[in-house]
């Protein structure tokens, strides 16, 4: 192969790790405050509680 045809592979994984190494960076978590986590999982136990009683 062609030495450009190996530069240009070169550039395009640089490119794809580049931009995977920059969103890994820019990523936040998300803060959840400790009553919104509480209701969430209040949620979820009710949600399983009428999945289990409509298997029955």
Request: hydrophobic share 45%; aromatic share 6%; no cysteine.
């Amino acid at each position: 192969m062609p030495w450009y045809i190996w530069l240009l592979i070169a550039l395009v994984l640089g490119s794809i790790v580049g931009s995977l190494l920059l969103l890994r960076d820019t990523a936040d978590k998300m803060p959840i405050s400790k009553d919104k986590l509480e209701l969430m999982r209040q949620r979820n136990a009710e949600l399983e509680a009428q999945e289990r009683q409509q298997e029955k």
